[in-house]
């Protein structure tokens, strides 16, 4: 018996993944960084796997041991690394790392000399992000460096790679931009004897519109959760999460009622309130007060005044709701629950942080589907 619960339907994961295959000659990475997206690192990433993907990636070098620990051999690529950590311990465990600066070259020839392997690298450009990657200017430094290593053996540089900044608006401009900027570096590394199999700069939503973009590999997160990068279109794919708990308590109150934390949300006639047992120490965004919308019984209501830690308050008006009852906050819809869309709406954010926000919660995780299994 569960009190809340987020359900994972690892199937859903198995077959967005297998559709983004269908959608691509490319090979296909599946982010499951930050607890793949809130779904569960080693469950999503196993379901990923079981949909054809045929790499996995991470943020962290933690994340990436925590999926070889769990006996996770299919390739890994972790490409956030501050200097200092223990890179020895990715080399060492067949964990693709990325590299941006010379310095972390210098790094990874050290870990690859301690592991006594070479250190599969993929360097990073940045095409017009301007978040992570070499800017143009210190790109011929780090091929410099990187061939170099290479050359000593301590270094393969597998990879080239870099990421899109508005993919999710097809049409943008920097998209081509960007894309051209990706040319350039893979044809200046050639001149440094570095031409690597695994070129990738597509995102889900670059997978999905933009098959120019591919190259060799292309790197899908938010798509293989079944949530559409894209505002308006679903490609098909099908949500994986629902979020939902058992209410505690229903009561009638009179009209006038105020309601929650500070009040700010008054009934407007008698009504029965519903209270569900989650709240924003669960994930439920604060932000979602008197806007997340909550399906219990047959009627989908606004939250009615402030989220709290553990708990949340829904004005039903007359539906005959009881302790007990499942109030669903999102899910695929099939039941006419809001998504997380909704919930993105609602809140004023995007599809990611809502799932992503369930992650590592004090609330179980149930895992559905035959890829569960
Ligand atoms: C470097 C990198 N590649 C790929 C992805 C996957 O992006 P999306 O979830 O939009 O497919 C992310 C996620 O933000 C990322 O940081």
Redesign the pocket.
Known sequence: MWQAEVRVDLDAIRDNVAMLRARTSAEVLV?V?ADG?GHGLVPAGRAALAGGAAWL?V?TLDEALALRRAGVEAPVLA?LLSPGLPLHEGVEAGIDLSAATTGLVDELVAAARRAGRPARVHLKLDTGLARGGAGVAEWPALLEAAAKAQAGGDLEAVGVWS?FACA?EPGHESIDRQLAAFHEGLALAATYGITPRHRHIA???A?LTRPDTHFDLV?????AYGLS?IAGETYGLRPAMTARARVTLAKRVPAGQGVSYGLTYTTSRETTLAVVPLGYGDGVPRHASSAGPVRVGGTTARIAGRVCMDQIVIDVGDEPVVAGDVATLFGPGDDGEPTADDWAAATGTIN?EIVTRFGSSRVPRHYVGEAAR
Request: aromatic share 16%.
């Open positions: 982010a960084k997206y990636g943020a490409w990421h999710d995102n889900s939503a997978t790197r899908a997160g938010i798509a990068p990611y």
